[in-house]
């Protein structure tokens, strides 16, 4: 998939299948991430996009196929593995502990030793760049608006200071306003030269903040390509934004 003589990709998969039990939720996905770039997975519910990301988390067992990071493979590597070879997952729903502070959410963020090395750093960094967590970090987490947790979940994930920051469906469930302020936090946060890779059913918005997209339906990706072309895609229009 990478051009001769060119780096090789920060995450690649070739031909990942996977699924549960006996449905496959995923057939033959290639997929590449570059250092430094925003991609994003867009598709329809049940297209596979969680599974996707599962799957390069280590919490699904890919049936087929290679999975590489930093050109090392990551199939038979343990999910708690991750973390500490610089990936961090932000999954679907957040997933914070409600009766922990905010700031000790974030501390279970920095569990790998050399985030633990730099937590005072690192803490520094997320209330910067949220300064809402910094007025909130005594708060029980499970007391936070939907958009300020979303914010908690990513901030948590940052902590680890990842090579790669994996985000499932952040605008899940939020109000419109709120939506946009999670875009423009993603869109922020790859400006500070994180690598992402997005998973989400909000087309129009996630193709304005993100360099490159794949397109997955029904468990295989039918397109890809820059955002500003797959925006302009007659089918996606029609198919997926209504216009």
Do not use: W
């Not at 997929?31 to 996707?52: C, F, Q, S, W």
């Not at 090395?117 to 300064?131: G, I, Q, S, W």
């Not at 994996?166 to 306003?177: N, Q």
């Amino acid at each position: 998939m990478a051009e001769p003589g060119a780096a090789p990709p920060l995450l690649e998969l070739s031909g990942v299948d996977a699924g549960y039990g006996s449905f496959q939720a995923l057939f033959a996905v290639d997929l590449e991430v570059r250092a430094g770039e925003a991609v994003a997975v867009i598709g329809p519910n049940g297209a596979g996009k969680t599974t996707l990301l599962r799957t390069i988390s280590r919490l699904v067992e890919p049936r087929a196929g290679e999975l590489r990071f930093l050109g090392r493979s990551l199939v038979g590597v343990p999910p708690h593995r991750l973390p500490a070879l610089g990936i961090a997952h932000v999954p679907e729903n957040r997933r914070l502990f409600p009766a922990m502070s905010v700031e000790e959410n974030l501390v279970m963020g920095a569990f790998p030793p050399a985030a633990r090395a730099r937590f005072r750093e690192r803490l520094a960094f997320v209330y910067e760049l949220f300064p809402r967590l910094r007025e909130r970090r005594r708060q029980l987490a499970g007391t936070l608006s939907g958009g300020e947790q979303q914010m908690c979940a990513i901030g948590r994930g940052l902590m680890s200071g990842p090579r790669l920051l994996l985000l499932d469906e952040p605008s899940a469930g939020l109000a419109p306003v709120i939506v946009q302020q999670v875009f423009e936090l993603v869109r922020r946060i790859s400006a500070e030269g994180y690598t992402v890779l997005i998973v989400e059913q909000n087309i129009r918005q996630v193709l304005k903040i993100v360099d490159r997209a794949y397109l997955l339906e029904a468990g295989r990706i039918r397109a890809r390509g820059a955002a500003a072309e797959l925006l302009a895609s007659e089918h996606i229009r029609k198919a997926y934004i209504g216009l």
